[in-house]
């Protein structure tokens, strides 16, 4: 066994010890990091090449600082974003979420659909669509001048278009157009507080999380916005928690203009978002 390969072993048990949820998928992607080569050829690396850097950032793993804080990066479906203090870091889970409006567009008898992400963060929801569906016009929306800076980072050169607004009010000029509506608003309660994972709770932006005394206050938000820009016809998608399913499906009623209202579950069969379509009328 190489060097490299012995320390990642030893780095895996230290992060387990320290309850990090993904030891050893973390300890190496921490040494591809620092090696400066994929995952895949960490076998390869020459014993007088290790670089004893690798444990200063294993321990700040260990100390339950987000590995994309350390690498200074996240993967999201086919897209990798630059991510570090001030934004949140995507979720694989949220990658179901846009795996459900990418396959409603792709459905859509419409040649260039208009897409609207409320509470864009890091720009990952936004890419991933416009890379996937690259006949889509995608608009972004984000409150916060932080988080916005890392979008506009990430988004550069791409056919995203940035939006620096409140949520409520954004975009009146497409009101009752946009063919789809997608958004990973904040939902935790703040009553919940001392369940979070240090990774979210710690180093994600507030703003990003929190959401009232139930959760819902963003989402309500999106509802609202949703209702406005969406055109007759047009889809919504917006991720809650798993412990929301009941609810959340409440907030898109009948008398407000929503029609096939329906949960969806993660891939570990976890209620995870609600996509609804707005009335014809």
Known sequence: MSLLLHEIAWATNRLAEADVPSPRHDAEE????????????????????????????????????????????????????????????????????????????????????????????????????????????????????EAFGWAKRNCADTAVELHLDDLLIALPELSRSVDLVISNPPYIPLTEWEYVAPEARDYDPPRSLWAGPDGLDAIRTIERTARRLLRPGGLLAVEHSDRQGLEVPRLFPESRGWADVRNHRDLANRDRFVTARKNDR
């Open 30 to 145: 921490l040494a591809a990091y620092v090696h400066g080569v994929s995952r895949s050829a960490l076998a390869s690396v020459p014993d007088t090449e290790f670089d004893a850097r690798y444990w200063v950032e294993v321990a700040r793993r260990a100390a339950r600082e987000p590995l994309q804080h350390i690498t200074g990066r996240a993967y999201f479906r086919y897209v990798e974003v630059a991510v570090g203090p001030g934004v949140f870091v995507p979720r694989p889970e949220t990658e179901v979420v846009v795996g459900w409006a990418i396959e409603a567009l792709r459905d859509m008898d419409v040649a260039d659909p208009l897409v609207v992400d409320l509470g864009a963060g890091s720009g990952a929801i936004a890419l991933a669509i416009a890379k996937e569906v690259p006949r889509s016009r995608v608009h972004a929306v984000e409150a916060d001048e």
